[in-house]
T-cell receptor, first 115, second 113 residues
Framework: DAGITQSPRYKITETGRQVTLMCHQT?????MFWYRQDLGHGLRLIYY???????DKGEVPDGYVVSRSKTENFPLTLESATRSQTSVYFC??????????????FGDGTRLSIL | AQKVTQAQTEISVVEKEDVTLDCVYE???????LFWYKQPPSGELVFLIR??????QNEISGRYSWNFQKSTSSFNFTITASQVVDSAVYFC??????????FGAGTTVTVRA
């Protein structure tokens, strides 16, 4: 089915571990995004990508790494997880047409807990 | 810098009451886009509406309506005759030609039967 899929849905890990969150979309959207959602902050942009091999930092990029070798995949890696990175992570995508007026379509989120 | 403020953290109403969610934004750009998203208890984010800065026409969609006023930098959202299924967190968001969304902190709406 067409859509945007995040995996895993839930993840528990320990501080210092590396963890990768996966995001896959089947719409061939040019733009993809990673947000984290924390109480009182809404969603904050971590990284985004305009196309394969083009990525850029968002509002809160520290401690995260992204890559985009294929249009449909946009994994997010926490290289050395910290407790402050406990959060719900959302991946989103949007087409390039129409500049910024295209709505972003979100995955179901990954709830990440770092002990 | 752009900013979106949703001053109401939580709103609780009884079913069939109307509820209005406030959204105030700050930007110096003349071209921008405003959005509302809904996040029900199941957690997913659902797109509701978008508006561009050149279109101040208000919109009604069923029990939902939106009032966009550039003069006060506001893009308010009203749910008429609320229902229990409207219980959710509602986010207002702002973007520009760079595609990045800036979200407000969200307003939690609880509709009691």
């Amino acid at each position: 089915d067409a859509g945007i899929t995040q995996s895993p849905r839930y993840k528990i890990t320990e501080t210092g571990r590396q963890v990768t969150l996966m995001c896959h979309q089947t719409w061939s959207h040019s733009y993809m995004f990673w947000y984290r959602q924390d109480l009182g902050h809404g969603l904050r942009l971590i990284y985004y990508s305009a196309a394969a091999d083009i990525t850029d930092k968002g509002e809160v990029p520290d401690g995260y790494v992204v890559s985009r070798s294929k249009t449909e995949n946009f994994p997010l890696t926490l290289e050395s997880a910290t407790r402050s990175q406990t959060s719900v992570y959302f991946c989103a995508s949007s087409p390039a047409q129409g500049k910024g007026n295209q709505p972003q379509h979100f995955g179901d989120g990954t709830r990440l807990s770092i002990l | 810098a752009q900013k979106v403020t949703q001053a109401q953290t939580e709103i609780s109403v009884v079913e069939k009451e109307d509820v209005t969610l406030d959204c105030v934004y700050e930007t110096r750009d003349t071209t921008y886009y405003l959005f509302w998203y809904k996040q029900p208890p199941s957690g997913e984010l659902v797109f509701l509406i978008r508006r561009n800065s050149f279109d101040e026409q208000n919109e009604i969609s069923g029990r939902y309506s939106w009032n966009f006023q550039k003069s006060t930098s506001s893009f308010n959202f009203t749910i008429t005759a609320s229902q229990v299924v409207d219980s959710a967190v509602y986010f207002c968001a702002l973007s520009f030609n760079d595609y990045k969304l800036s979200f407000g902190a969200g307003t939690t709406v609880t509709v009691r039967a």
